[in-house]
């Protein structure tokens, strides 16, 4: 008697049904990842002219939203369907998954960029994240049936970090509601949230999908338990990087110096057998896929040597300082080891399509990733040592991030080039999953909570703010009255009728490197609010304050406060010393005389 799983096409008649499920599935995936780029490429248009209508926040929360959870989600999940998923009762019920997930997408994708965090939005965030739940545990379930080997516990700890990551977002809630938005919780848990997708969910993804198509090929990685267990713990370490950025602790700095140094032994043992699996002779691949899986480890080896050197305490500050660097580091995972390593092995298992189009696509695509990530990491140095902008940065990153839509457009085209009728031809028929159904329209059938989602909804910024945190040796702010001259040890600045051309150069160097990826130098709000008119709305001590002090500022000070109410991102400490704060504000009278035509209005 067999005891070989059926596929699901042997259960239905007829040579010419079709891959509905996978080519749906992926036709979907690209388009959210297109709808990303666009979203992104807007972001990127904020810094050369205006967008009517829409909030640089909300660009910025779909950009990321659909990033996640539209095309990474669905691509990394399509992969565990088509692999593990292979009986026609699964195949129904990942229909029925497929359907809620593009209603959840299609529902964030068009409030979003409207409300941000709103009713709405939160209601189809909401059944996303139930449906991962439940998406989570039949996959699980799927898993098991597979035989026991490093790359399905690889693929079964992604999903727990996913899950474990979910927690962050939960505790949002009832953090708002008891202690407080400004509470450093708060922070923790988005901080939570986004180091375990990272870090967790879609590296271990990378390398189970990796260790999973070389075992299809007869070739098996094996990691002893302790190495395993070696990265997992890395991973938790590694967190305390994330919290440094919003609440700076003296344990946090050699806690994510050993998660990173245990982190980097890991990637060693993974990295090693798997090149030399992929790639025997370390050489250039003659394929042009192969090339595009070449380019996914070489992102997911980059990825390990910036790990690598945030063992160094100061080299991990300037990695929070500078947000370039932290932009560049999520292209980086989700660009570059994500969609071109995985996207490859989709390509090689002809789950996505690999005509002459899609090769142009990929290509496409490929240059926009490695121009814009050029731009961001040299900028990035550039803002480091002091050395101010490149010529036109801005217009030169918004031109090749065009590359990135423009690509995927051609990449969407192509995969609905060929009907649902056609069957994909892969290069190497070694996949386990031919899902085949009938060319039928798709069924619908969400059933959703309204319960959890009004719940999410003040976790998510519904409902009041309002909590009962009390920062330390601070009364409560509703009655405190603000000092107009901040916290901290400036009391007294003397400052001349004009400009000092000197301290304004120096401090435009210093806002240049630490300043200007948050806030723009007109009166418009990127993350932070702009610094057009900031001397003749803040006392120049207050200023000066903010910035040597920021940690008790947010703490105590009512107006820095109710700043960090309204933008929801706490500043970090740069520790910028009070003679470079000095140039600072300088800079900034310079500025308001320029842009607001008047300074020093709040002396």
């Given at each position: 008697?067999?005891?070989?799983?059926?596929?699901?096409?042997?259960?239905?008649?007829?040579?010419?049904?079709?891959?509905?499920?996978?080519?749906?599935?992926?036709?979907?995936?690209?388009?959210?990842?297109?709808?990303?780029?666009?979203?992104?490429?807007?972001?990127?248009?904020?810094?050369?002219?205006?967008?009517?209508?829409?909030?640089?926040?909300?660009?910025?929360?779909?950009?990321?939203?659909?990033?996640?959870?539209?095309?990474?989600?669905?691509?990394?999940?399509?992969?565990?369907?088509?692999?593990?998923?292979?009986?026609?009762?699964?195949?129904?019920?990942?229909?029925?998954?497929?359907?809620?997930?593009?209603?959840?997408?299609?529902?964030?994708?068009?409030?979003?960029?409207?409300?941000?965090?709103?009713?709405?939005?939160?209601?189809?965030?909401?059944?996303?994240?139930?449906?991962?739940?439940?998406?989570?545990?039949?996959?699980?379930?799927?898993?098991?049936?597979?035989?026991?080997?490093?790359?399905?516990?690889?693929?079964?700890?992604?999903?727990?970090?996913?899950?474990?990551?979910?927690?962050?977002?939960?505790?949002?809630?009832?953090?708002?509601?008891?202690?407080?938005?400004?509470?450093?919780?708060?922070?923790?848990?988005?901080?939570?949230?986004?180091?375990?997708?990272?870090?967790?969910?879609?590296?271990?993804?990378?390398?189970?999908?990796?260790?999973?198509?070389?075992?299809?090929?007869?070739?098996?990685?094996?990691?002893?338990?302790?190495?395993?267990?070696?990265?997992?713990?890395?991973?938790?370490?590694?967190?305390?990087?994330?919290?440094?950025?919003?609440?700076?602790?003296?344990?946090?700095?050699?806690?994510?110096?050993?998660?990173?140094?245990?982190?980097?032994?890991?990637?060693?043992?993974?990295?090693?057998?798997?090149?030399?699996?992929?790639?025997?002779?370390?050489?250039?691949?003659?394929?042009?896929?192969?090339?595009?899986?070449?380019?996914?480890?070489?992102?997911?080896?980059?990825?390990?040597?910036?790990?690598?050197?945030?063992?160094?305490?100061?080299?991990?500050?300037?990695?929070?300082?500078?947000?370039?660097?932290?932009?560049?580091?999520?292209?980086?995972?989700?660009?570059?080891?994500?969609?071109?390593?995985?996207?490859?092995?989709?390509v090689r298992k002809g789950w996505l399509p690999i005509d002459k189009l899609s090769k142009k696509g990929w290509t496409l695509l490929i240059w926009a990733f490695v121009l814009t990530e050029t731009l961001l990491f040299i900028q990035g140095l550039l803002l480091w040592i002091e050395a101010g902008y490149l010529p036109q940065y801005h217009l030169i990153v918004f031109s090749a991030s065009v590359l990135f839509p423009f690509s995927l457009a051609v990449l969407l085209y192509a995969a609905f080039r060929s009907p649902l009728g056609e069957t994909i031809t892969p290069i190497q028929s070694k996949s386990n999953f031919n899902i085949q159904t009938k060319n039928q329209s798709m069924k619908s059938s969400v059933i959703l909570s309204i319960g959890i989602a009004a719940f999410l909804w003040t976790s998510c910024g519904g409902g009041s703010n309002q909590g009962t945190y009390t920062p330390p040796s601070a009364a409560p702010a509703a009655e405190k009255v603000a000092d107009p001259k901040g916290i901290g040890e400036i009391k007294s600045v003397e400052i001349?009728?004009?400009?000092?051309?000197?301290?304004?150069?120096?401090?435009?160097?210093?806002?240049?490197?630490?300043?200007?990826?948050?806030?723009?130098?007109?009166?418009?709000?990127?993350?932070?609010?702009?610094?057009?008119?900031?001397?003749?709305?803040?006392?120049?001590?207050?200023?000066?304050?903010?910035?040597?002090?920021?940690?008790?500022?947010?703490?105590?000070?009512?107006?820095?406060?109710?700043?960090?109410?309204?933008?929801?991102?706490?500043?970090?400490?740069?520790?910028?010393?009070?003679?470079?704060?000095?140039?600072?504000?300088?800079?900034?009278?310079?500025?308001?005389?320029?842009?607001?035509?008047?300074?020093?209005?709040?002396?």
């Amino acid at each position: 008697m067999s005891t070989q799983r059926p596929h699901i096409e042997a259960n239905l008649p007829g040579v010419n049904s079709t891959q509905y499920l996978v080519k749906s599935w992926m036709r979907w995936a690209l388009f959210f990842f297109f709808a990303a780029s666009v979203f992104g490429l807007m972001m990127r248009y904020y810094f050369l002219g205006e967008i009517p209508f829409f909030a640089y926040k909300n660009l910025l929360h779909t950009h990321s939203h659909i990033a996640l959870l539209g095309w990474g989600y669905m691509l990394i999940m399509g992969y565990y369907v088509f692999s593990f998923g292979s009986d026609q009762k699964r195949a129904g019920l990942y229909k029925k998954m497929l359907t809620i997930n593009v209603v959840a997408g299609l529902g964030m994708l068009a409030s979003f960029p409207i409300q941000g965090y709103g009713a709405v939005s939160i209601f189809f965030s909401t059944i996303q994240l139930l449906s991962s739940y439940y998406f989570s545990v039949q996959i699980l379930r799927d898993l098991k049936k597979a035989p026991s080997s490093t790359a399905v516990r690889m693929i079964q700890f992604s999903i727990y970090w996913m899950l474990l990551s979910t927690l962050g977002l939960l505790a949002i809630g009832p953090v708002s509601v008891l202690l407080g938005r400004n509470h450093p919780l708060y922070f923790m848990s988005v901080q939570w949230f986004l180091h375990l997708q990272l870090s967790g969910w879609f590296t271990y993804a990378v390398f189970g999908v990796l260790m999973h198509y070389l075992e299809e090929k007869g070739k098996t990685i094996h990691l002893s338990k302790t190495q395993e267990w070696t990265l997992h713990l890395s991973v938790l370490l590694t967190y305390a990087l994330s919290v440094s950025w919003s609440t700076p602790m003296p344990f946090l700095s050699p806690t994510n110096s050993l998660g990173v140094v245990m982190q980097s032994l890991a990637y060693f043992w993974i990295l090693r057998p798997l090149i030399s699996a992929l790639f025997p002779g370390l050489g250039f691949p003659s394929h042009w896929v192969d090339r595009l899986m070449y380019l996914g480890v070489l992102s997911l080896i980059a990825k390990a040597l910036v790990m690598a050197l945030l063992a160094v305490p100061s080299v991990a500050h300037i990695s929070i300082t500078i947000r370039l660097f932290v932009i560049g580091f999520i292209h980086l995972v989700m660009l570059g080891t994500v969609s071109l390593g995985i996207g490859a092995v989709m390509v090689r298992k002809g789950w996505l399509p690999i005509d002459k189009l899609s090769k142009k696509g990929w290509t496409l695509l490929i240059w926009a990733f490695v121009l814009t990530e050029t731009l961001l990491f040299i900028q990035g140095l550039l803002l480091w040592i002091e050395a101010g902008y490149l010529p036109q940065y801005h217009l030169i990153v918004f031109s090749a991030s065009v590359l990135f839509p423009f690509s995927l457009a051609v990449l969407l085209y192509a995969a609905f080039r060929s009907p649902l009728g056609e069957t994909i031809t892969p290069i190497q028929s070694k996949s386990n999953f031919n899902i085949q159904t009938k060319n039928q329209s798709m069924k619908s059938s969400v059933i959703l909570s309204i319960g959890i989602a009004a719940f999410l909804w003040t976790s998510c910024g519904g409902g009041s703010n309002q909590g009962t945190y009390t920062p330390p040796s601070a009364a409560p702010a509703a009655e405190k009255v603000a000092d107009p001259k901040g916290i901290g040890e400036i009391k007294s600045v003397e400052i001349g009728e004009g400009i000092d051309e000197a301290l304004a150069n120096k401090g435009k160097a210093i806002v240049d490197m630490k300043c200007t990826a948050c806030h723009q130098l007109n009166d418009k709000r990127l993350v932070g609010p702009g610094f057009q008119g900031v001397t003749n709305r803040r006392k120049p001590e207050w200023i000066m304050n903010m910035i040597t002090n920021v940690d008790v500022m947010l703490d105590q000070d009512p107006t820095a406060q109710a700043l960090l109410e309204e933008c929801l991102t706490r500043m970090p400490n740069q520790n910028i010393s009070v003679g470079d704060a000095r140039d600072i504000l300088e800079f900034f009278r310079k500025n308001d005389l320029e842009k607001a035509g008047s300074k020093d209005g709040a002396l």
